[in-house]
């Protein structure tokens, strides 16, 4: 739930005059975070260059509200806010906003700067506007959160500097009605490198997708490649930690923290900055999905598990930095968009980025819980196994559930409860690897057997008739401690196995 907290009469946070830096060639001039600096007065320059934005009165902090970070809510009653600024006769500017307009439908203003009483540049949610001309261009249609980034260029203009100032959130004209996050005025436009920079630090902490632009880190190492995972440049965002990026993001939805889909660190909290987890820098986990439906379900033939019964949308997870593969995440899907009829979703990760999800190149994880939200809970997760520098991840509908439809004949049995119990028994346990299994089976026909480790991680998987369950022999190779399930549509036994 976003909370609201009104400042008036007392001051939140203000953290003056002390610089934020970038792992950049020229730093930002001015630099308005919404998470530090802002009182009932006004907003505090992080760049260290004490150029303060002044309030008209009182705002909103809107807190958890982009990607787990907080934004400003700001009105006409409230904006625009003007920052005090000595413009040069000539320069190249670039500024970039992280907001989002309440009603598309009408032209917002969201920065602009006066030279004297006619001459102005800057943007609307309309109109790009420069000393000569107004420029139409087709923005965001939609509520979300949005990266603008807009250069200008002017020479030989005159300036009133009893009249020279830059306003944001709204123009000394025309006003802004929703939420903004972050500002940086650069007086020296950025090359190309700091320009993706930029970019990658204010998309991965408020978790919006850029088109064309790559995400790179301080080293100028790309780590998404808009380009190469076009199919996959969806919801994109990110666990990262790079300190010359100013990036700790412990928690992440895409589509500015309004995604299905969540992935964190430690303890989801209200705040990215509450998640105590500590996350050593210079580690990277950034994905992104396919856009496809999340209520369609492949129904694949094949017969290796565990590619049957998968949604048709697709994660792809990109992976890099020395600590990052051996550190357990967790995730969180709403399931009342992948299917609501059925209750049992399992996480498929398939090891190698194929996209066939063969059963040898996958790991399966089974969800610690669900919330009556149909909100499926995946813990102890770990990325990149393979070190091959990615994985694809999906969810299926579980084949337990499924069963209901490929063998009607066993739903009459369930229903009229006169199934009788089967029984499981494993010996020698312990043993050095070679157990031999046998199965006492009930009514039922179908059943499935599975062994997993203590990690939750499925080794093997197959679907039985009662006529292959009398003894089966099986061999664990390797040392620990594993689990040994047998289910039917209405039941199952799980026994433990030790290998010695």
């Not at 950025?190 to 880190?217: C, F, Q, R």
């Amino acid at each position: 739930m976003k909370k609201l907290i009104f400042l008036i009469g007392f001051t939140l946070l203000y953290i003056a005059g002390i610089s934020q830096q970038l792992n950049l060639d020229n730093q930002p001039l001015i630099w308005l975070k919404a998470d530090i600096g802002v009182d009932t007065s006004q907003w505090a320059d992080q760049s260290g260059n004490g150029i303060h934005a002044q309030w008209k009165q009182s705002l909103n902090i809107i807190q958890q509200d982009f990607n787990y970070h907080p934004s400003i809510e700001i009105t006409a009653l409230n904006g625009p806010l003007e920052v005090p600024i000595i413009l040069k006769k000539k320069a190249s500017i670039k500024v970039y906003t992280v907001y989002q307009i309440w009603d598309t439908a009408y032209e917002n203003g969201i920065w602009n700067i006066a030279f004297d009483t006619n001459t102005r540049v800057g943007l609307t949610s309309h109109r790009m506007v420069n000393t000569k001309k107004s420029i139409e261009y087709s923005g965001t249609t939609l509520p979300l959160p949005f990266i603008n980034a807009l250069s200008q260029s002017w020479r030989n203009e005159k300036i009133d500097t009893s009249l020279a100032k830059l306003y944001v959130g709204g123009t000394d004209s025309l006003s802004f009605n929703g939420k903004l996050a972050e500002v940086l005025y650069f007086d020296k436009r950025p090359s190309k490198t700091d320009n993706e920079k930029v970019h990658t630090y204010l998309a991965i902490k408020y978790g919006i997708t850029l088109d064309i632009i790559n995400y790179i880190t301080s080293g100028d190492t790309i780590v998404w490649s808009t380009k190469n995972e076009k199919e996959y440049n969806h919801d994109v965002a990110g666990i990262v930690r790079d300190d010359q990026l100013q990036l700790n993001q412990k928690q992440s939805s895409g589509n500015g923290g309004n995604s299905e889909l969540i992935i964190h660190l430690g303890s989801l909290s209200e705040m990215n900055d509450s998640n105590q987890f500590n996350l050593p820098n210079n580690n990277y986990l950034i994905w992104g999905h396919n856009n496809k439906d999340l209520d369609k379900i492949e129904m694949d033939t094949a017969t290796q598990l565990p590619n049957n019964n998968l949604i048709d949308r697709k994660w792809k997870i990109n992976v890099k930095g020395n600590q990052i593969r051996n550190i357990n995440t967790s995730l969180i899907i709403d399931g009342s968009k992948i299917d609501t009829s059925n209750i049992n979703i399992e996480l498929i990760i398939c090891n190698n980025a194929d996209t066939v999800f063969l059963f040898d190149s996958s790991s399966v994880y089974f969800p610690d819980s669900v919330d009556a939200q149909k909100r499926y809970y995946f813990n102890n997760i770990k990325w990149d196994m393979d070190n091959s520098g990615s994985d694809l991840f999906t969810f299926r509908i579980a084949p337990s559930v499924l069963r209901t439809s490929k063998h009607p004949e066993e739903d009459l049995l369930s229903e009229n409860q006169s199934s009788k119990p089967f029984d499981v028994i494993i010996y020698p346990n312990p043993s050095t690897g070679l157990f031999i299994i046998e199965v006492e089976p009930g009514e039922y026909v179908h059943y499935r057997m599975e062994i997993s480790d203590v990690n939750g991680r499925i080794l093997e998987q197959e679907e039985m008739t009662i006529e292959q369950l009398t003894k089966i022999d099986k061999t664990l190779k390797t040392t620990g401690v594993y689990f040994i399930k047998f289910s039917n549509k209405d039941e199952s036994k799980t026994v433990k196995v030790i290998v010695q």
